[in-house]
């Protein structure tokens, strides 16, 4: 199965500006184009029971957007997919583990050699299934199991974490966009 990622990153001047949705857009208007030979516009969407937007009239074709820090991406496949991206940012671990994995997890991520990685690596796995799922954050995260569907982490450096999840597994492409924005 094949995917592609579209990515670009948020424009210095739109950083903080609440423009990562637009661009989203942006970009999976570009990947339809360039894949399908769709054009967005004229491309009916609806959601899912929680909220997991679809194209109506193409059934075969699936998407999943998602952005964090400076990045934003689209993801586009031919089967369900989610995907998640996360800046690492301070918070509080041990808190938010515990809405997060089950009981026996919370210790071996905190005692770790690299907790903050162990941290944000089931962060974007717990995302991107709920979102392959399209079960959405009405999932309690601690009950994923990581046997269903398959998983991919994304290399994006030292400072983000990021994962892809899909029913069966996928050979990505990379494709990075420069975005035009008002």
Known sequence: MKAVIYFTEVPQQYEHKNMEHMIGEKLLATGL???????????????????????????????????SG??????????????????????????????????DMIREILDSDEPEKAFFTQWVLREAYIKWTGEGLSRDLRTISM????????????????AVWSRKPLELRWEHAEVQLP
């Open 33 to 67: 184009y360039k894949e399908y030979g769709l054009k967005l516009a004229f491309e009916p969407r609806a959601t899912g029971e929680h909220g997991k937007p679809f194209l109506t009239l193409q059934p075969k074709i699936h998407y999943n957007i998602t952005h």
């Open 70 to 103: 400076k990045y934003v991406m689209c993801i586009i496949a031919d089967q369900e997919i989610g995907i998640d991206v996360q800046v690492h940012k301070k918070v509080n671990y041990e808190r938010m583990l515990e809405r997060m994995v089950p009981a």
């Open 147 to 162: 046997e269903d569907g398959s998983y991919l982490m994304l290399e994006l450096g030292e400072e983000y974490s990021g």
